[in-house]
């Protein structure tokens, strides 16, 4: 699987859009990104993957580079409950599906 | 709808001693993942089942560590002789069958501290 990079930690003002970005420079064609964050002492939670096309669903917009080698995860209007560890992964999608290889994620912390 | 569950939801154990956490995944989902999170740590895969198939064991650190999944749902993971490098939240997640999106969906976790 390709490898991620992410900042360890930002900052957001609630109701501000947070935008975490996201490089993956070594994708494969067949690999999507997908966004997970962990809220504090909760199980991952999935929000949202695409392959190249930007996506959006009622959580989150992801915006991937024609490229394909970044993406960023943007939350609309952050509010204190999307402070979490956000987790970007890269992972051929399979008919069995497959463990997911967790990084250590973007702490990202919104404050009023 | 019930999520993934996971009992019990915190164990302490003294070292040497046998633990046993368990597992109930969504109803109809095949996979189910486990996974071992370090205080302060990324989460770390464990051992994965899918159907009827050869559970995947690839990320079990010892074989202290065992895991079985009876008739397609629940599932147990067994440390023996546990340790204190053992200390972790265990997570489990199950997945649907689909032809893309491999969407998990993870349990809250069982805390586990080795005395």
């Known amino acids: 699987d390709a490898k991620t990079t992410q900042p360890p930690s930002m900052d957001c003002a609630e109701g501000r859009a947070a935008n975490l970005p996201c490089n993956h420079s070594t994708i494969s064609g067949n690999e999507y990104v997908y966004w997970y964050r962990q809220i504090h002492s909760q199980g991952p939670q999935y929000i949202i993957h695409?392959?190249?096309n930007n996506e959006t669903n009622e959580m989150a917009s992801l915006i991937i580079t024609e490229d394909r080698k970044s993406s960023t995860l943007i939350l609309p209007h952050a509010t204190l409950r999307d402070t979490a560890v956000y987790y970007c992964?890269?992972?051929?999608?399979?008919?069995?599906?497959?463990?997911?290889?967790f990084g250590k994620g973007t702490t990202l912390s919104v404050s009023s | 709808g019930a999520g993934v569950s996971q009992s019990p939801s915190n164990k302490v154990t003294e070292k040497g001693k046998d633990v046993e956490l368990r597992c109930d995944p969504i109803?109809?989902?095949?996979?189910l993942y486990w996974y071992r999170q370090r205080l302060g740590q990324g989460l770390e895969f464990l051992i994965y089942?899918?159907?009827?198939?050869?559970?995947?064991k690839s990320g079990l650190p010892s074989d202290r560590f065992s895991a079985e999944r009876t008739g397609g749902s629940v599932s147990t993971l067994t440390i023996q002789r546990t340790q204190q490098e053992d200390s972790a939240v265990y997570l489990c997640a199950s997945s649907p069958r689909l032809v893309h999106g491999n969407e998990q969906f993870f349990g809250p976790g069982t805390r586990l501290t080795v005395l």
């Open positions: 109803s109809g989902h095949t996979a």
């Open positions: 992964i890269v992972r051929v999608a399979s008919q069995a599906g497959t463990a997911l290889i």
């Open positions: 089942f899918q159907g009827n198939s050869a559970p995947d």
């Open positions: 695409g392959l190249k």
